[in-house]
T-cell receptor, first 111, second 114 residues
Framework: EPEVTQTPSHQVTQMGQEVILRCVPISNHLYFYWYRQILGQKVEFLVSFYNNEISEKSEIFDDQFSVERPDGSNFTLKIRSTKLEDSAMYFC?????????FGQGTRLTVV | GESVGLHLPTLSVQEGDNSIINCAYSNSASDYFIWYKQESGKGPQFIIDIRSNMDKRQGQRVTVLLNKTVKHLSLQIAATQPGDSAVYFCAENQSGGSNYKLTFGKGTLLTVNP
């Protein structure tokens, strides 16, 4: 069964460092998303991406965040200068239309 | 506003019983709803969805009910099994355009006792 894959599963980084979280969406999907889940809280929308551009972003997705689809298969989330409060699970998702499928997540720990 | 909330943060049931997880939403423009199951350390897993032109949809052991009058969504799990233990999230979407972002509720922890 096709699935969304994310790497790494766990990333530890020092405050102020840049991190890149990687995702391989399901191959025939057109819409790509990043969501964040702080420990014990609900899943929060960060950004959606369609037709090689951002279609919507939340207030969380400030200038420190960027997304890219560098080739036909990868979808990345970059955080330029990480803060302690960026520590969370980051989920990539993809969809053909409405039904979104999520990856297993990357646990980002900023120390 | 766009808020989705849950009535009960935790639910404990006996194996074999039926479970009902509830969700209230406030955005009357939402027209698509999904229930996700999230096991510890994993990503949300799609369970079942329903569009606003329906009031009931059934899957394997699961049923979703939508009451648009009171903006209420429920997930019914029949013959609950220990493997059903997880956090369950409802999520809503306003379709249209080129964006299908989901707004998630806070989640209900379902614990199934053997």
């Amino acid at each position: 069964e096709p699935e969304v894959t994310q790497t790494p599963s766990h990333q530890v980084t020092q405050m102020g460092q840049e991190v890149i979280l990687r995702c391989v969406p399901i191959s025939n999907h057109l819409y790509f998303y990043w969501y964040r889940q702080i420990l014990g809280q609900k899943v929060e929308f960060l950004v959606s991406f369609y037709n090689n551009e951002i279609s919507e972003k939340s207030e969380i997705f400030d200038d420190q965040f960027s997304v890219e689809r560098p080739d036909g298969s990868n979808f990345t989330l970059k955080i330029r200068s990480t803060k302690l409060e960026d520590s969370a699970m980051y989920f990539c998702a993809s969809s053909v239309l409405l039904e979104a499928f999520f990856g297993q997540g990357t646990r980002l720990t900023v120390v | 506003g766009e808020s989705v909330g849950l009535h009960l943060p935790t639910l404990s049931v006996q194996e074999g019983d039926n479970s009902i997880i509830n969700c209230a939403y406030s955005n009357s423009a939402s027209d698509y709803f999904i229930w996700y199951k999230q096991e510890s350390g994993k990503g949300p897993q799609f369970i079942i969805d329903i569009r606003s032109n329906m009031d009931k949809r059934q899957g394997q052991r699961v049923t979703v009910l939508l009451n648009k009058t009171v903006k209420h969504l429920s997930l019914q799990i029949a013959a609950t099994q220990p493997g059903d233990s997880a956090v369950y999230f409802c999520a809503e979407n306003q379709s249209g355009g080129s964006n299908y972002k989901l707004t998630f509720g806070k989640g209900t922890l379902l614990t199934v006792n053997p």
